[in-house]
């Protein structure tokens, strides 16, 4: 049986008692992650701040214009995470999308070819994110969706370590 999770805060998407905070003990900086639709900021996001700026040049168009500000101020986005193994994201467009976990799979062989490393010649990648077979979640499924990504990933580390 899981443990209950206690939330931190409401959600400014949905209004539920479903945010989690985490403080980072080295730089203060305190993460949220409303566990309902996966939109997550920091206590840095202010709206129009410098840190927005510059967080919001590594997103994509669609997690930049779903982008959701707050009663405070703080800018939220819809989340990503990659670790070895997987990736989750959001797809769609910002009035309409859902997330995917894609995992990573090998390229082997002459496969590789399809797959040239940019300004490298001669060299490939060995492995590719495999969204052509993603899982897709509604937005409100999130939370199933990031135990799904972490199941992938789990799985593929028991694989590669075996």
């Given at each position: 049986?899981?443990?209950?999770?206690?939330y931190d805060a409401k959600?400014?998407?949905?209004?539920?008692?479903?945010?989690?905070?985490?403080?980072?003990?080295?730089?203060?900086?305190?993460?949220?992650?409303?566990?309902?639709?996966?939109?997550?900021?920091?206590?840095?996001?202010?709206?129009?701040?410098?840190?927005?700026?510059?967080?919001?040049?590594?997103?994509?168009?669609?997690?930049?214009?779903?982008?959701?500000?707050?009663?405070?101020?703080?800018?939220?986005?819809?989340?990503?995470?990659?670790?070895?193994?997987?990736?989750?994201?959001?797809?769609?467009?910002?009035?309409?999308?859902?997330?995917?976990?894609?995992?990573?799979?090998?390229?082997?062989?002459?496969?590789?070819?399809?797959?040239?490393?940019?300004?490298?010649?001669?060299?490939?990648?060995?492995?590719?994110?495999?969204?052509?077979?993603a899982s897709q979640f509604e937005m409100k499924e999130?939370?199933?969706?990031?135990?799904?990504?972490?199941?992938?990933?789990?799985?593929?580390?028991?694989?590669?370590?075996?």
């Amino acid at each position: 049986m899981k443990p209950k999770i206690t939330y931190d805060a409401k959600s400014p998407v949905t209004g539920n008692q479903c945010v989690l905070e985490e403080a980072d003990d080295q730089t203060g900086v305190v993460s949220m992650i409303c566990m309902e639709t996966g939109y997550t900021t920091t206590d840095q996001l202010v709206h129009e701040s410098d840190a927005q700026e510059a967080y919001e040049v590594g997103l994509t168009e669609l997690m930049r214009e779903a982008r959701i500000i707050d009663a405070v101020g703080l800018c939220w986005y819809p989340a990503f995470m990659q670790l070895p193994g997987a990736m989750i994201y959001p797809d769609g467009d910002a009035t309409d999308f859902h997330y995917e976990v894609a995992e990573v799979v090998d390229i082997v062989g002459e496969e590789r070819e399809k797959y040239p490393v940019p300004g490298k010649e001669g060299e490939y990648f060995t492995a590719r994110l495999d969204v052509e077979n993603a899982s897709q979640f509604e937005m409100k499924e999130f939370e199933t969706a990031l135990n799904f990504f972490y199941e992938t990933v789990n799985k593929k580390m028991t694989v590669n370590a075996d």
